[in-house]
Nanobody
Framework: QVQLVESGGGLVQAGGSLRLSCAAS????????MGWYRQAPGKQRELVAL???????NYADSAKGRFTISRDNAKNTVYLQMNSLKPEDTAVYYC???????????WGQGTQVTVSS
């Protein structure tokens, strides 16, 4: 099992920045991916950014150029630096952990990000 604890959400004005953090604990296998999804009211949950322990990344088109994902493997922590935030970025952001070999997924409880216009 893997437990995920997120922090860093909040309210920010359009054009501002926020940094999300997510710490994983429990049984962490080496071949994994960690990242962020988000879900806005009335919409499906969507990928924001994902990073493999090898360093490979995957970004949603909406995040490219504005958001940067990074991770500290020694701390089993993933970060999402969000710049130039827009009102349409308003959503609950969920931390995600994926065991590549067994294809098991784990989710955090979510953290609210609200961008005011």
């Amino acid at each position: 099992q893997v437990q995920l604890v997120e922090s860093g959400g909040g309210l920010v004005q359009a054009g501002g920045s926020l940094r999300l953090s997510c710490a994983a604990s429990g049984t962490i296998v080496s071949n994994n991916a960690m990242g962020w999804y988000r879900q806005a009211p009335g919409k499906q949950r969507e990928l924001v950014a994902l990073m493999f322990n090898s360093g490979g990344t995957n970004y949603a088109d909406s995040a490219k150029g504005r958001f940067t994902i990074s991770r500290d493997n020694a701390k089993n922590t993933v970060y999402l630096q969000m710049n130039s935030l827009k009102p349409e970025d308003t959503a609950v952001y969920y931390c995600y952990h994926f065991r590549v070999n067994t294809r098991e997924s784990y989710w955090g409880q979510g953290t609210q990000v609200t961008v005011s216009s």
